[in-house]
């Protein structure tokens, strides 16, 4: 008598292969991330040799262009200026994953003492600068570079396809232009094929290496920008009962602004900044002037509290001008949205970065008022942003240089982990999802 497979056991058969098949890339992956290691050093070390700043990144894309093709992979280059795109179309049917990695440098004097030290200059906003890449872009880069080789490697056994973004601008565009994530959406980099989801990490100096960080929804804040001119009436600093003050209007505007995150914020829900950077007005010492100006920043971990800061600091600054017989003009510019970890991707990716580092290395870390493009990103599709340990092995974390500073400095130790955190969140999103291509839509 013939045996008859029920459909239930057709599926447990089906979902046992399936689960064989993944183990076996998986095991894949950390061999030949293991393999690439010196590979993926010496190429962080060249860019960071040779950084570039944000829309110039020239010879950065032309290196990465030049890999990404060795490998096989359809690349297109200048989206959103001087981006790369590399598309990996697999052997199998299934979704589309996107991997992105920033690409620029900082305008930043470099004072580590190391063999690969930049000692690049160049222009930005009309003045001579040194660059360094100051934040760990050279490593984001890097590490893409090593995944994408890693994935062509088993190209035939991939159930869809894998967009690689290497973006320039991440750290803001030079005056007067575009760039960044937000540029490169709007030229359509998630499109053609439609992107179904989209991953990134950042290299973290205060993390150790070894771990990685991770937080459900907003991660990293919005950042924006404000300016707030206050105009008066001048007069001679003998005889200030002669003017309306600007100075004064300006500072009791600039202590108005400090009640919003204390009396309206829901700082145990959301934590939220904001702070004046910078305050000019005046010519000399006796000479109460006419105007003053005043320009800072904005940080939310969340678009409602974002919106109502916004509402305050043009509610604030109005009426404090109008009571001291002065005027207030507030422009408020939006520069980039919350980066907001899609929770239901979260929860379901977390076993991936788990299983790749160790469930002890893995841990939700506290919100970042920093913030960065991805954000733009996973306005359009859901995305998953984490942090990889960098650390600087044998010094305490807490004495770590920042991010942005001439000090700053990565141990490279993690990029193995990156490659393989990256490389097996595409194989697992794609077993998750086969079934689910948006290619051709």
Known sequence: MKKIIMPAALLMLSLSTSFAQTNTLKSKISQKAESLESKVVAWRRDFHENPELGNREFKTAEKIAAHLRALGIEVKT??????????????????????RADMDGLPVKERVNIPFASKATGEYNGQPVSIMHACGH??????????????????NELKGTVKFIFQPAEEGAPEGEEGGAALMIKEGVL???????????????QTEIGKIKYRPGGTMASSDWFKIKIKGKQ??????????????????????LQTIVSRNAPVTESAA???????????????????????GTIRALDTSVQD?????????????????????????????????????????????????????????????????DFAFYQQKVPGVFFFLGGAPKGKPVSETAPHHTPDFYIDEGGFVLGMKS????????????????????
Not at 81 to 98: I, N, R
Not at 349 to 368: F, R
């Open 235 to 256: 007069s001679h600093g003998a005889y200030p009962w002669s003017s309306i003050d600007p100075i004064v209007t300006a500072s009791q505007v600039i202590m108005g």
């Open 78 to 99: 200048g989206v959103g200026k001087t981006g790369v795109v590399g598309l990996l179309k697999g052997g199998k049917p299934g979704p589309v994953v996107a991997l």
């Open 191 to 205: 499109e053609n094929p439609k992107v179904d989801a989209i991953f990134g990490l950042h290299i973290n100096a």
């Open 138 to 155: 050279d490593t984001h880069v890097a590490i893409l570079m090593g995944t994408a080789e890693i994935l062509a490697s088993m190209k």
């Open 422 to 441: 990256m490389a097996s969140l595409v194989v697992d999103y794609m077993d998750m999802n086969t079934g689910k291509s948006s290619v051709g839509k």
């Open 308 to 372: 109502m800061i916004h509402a305050r600091i043009s509610q604030i600054a109005t009426n404090i001008a109008e009571s001291a017989g002065a005027t207030a003009e507030v422009n408020i510019t939006r520069m980039c949205p919350v980066t907001y970890n899609d929770i239901p991707l979260m929860e379901k990716m977390v076993p991936t970065l788990e299983g790749v580092a160790g469930k002890e290395n893995v841990a939700i870390t506290a919100a970042v008022t920093g913030a960065e």
């Open 273 to 295: 900044v904001v702070t004046v950077g910078q305050i000019n007005g005046g010519v000399r010492s006796n000479i109460i002037p006419e105007e003053v100006n005043m320009n």
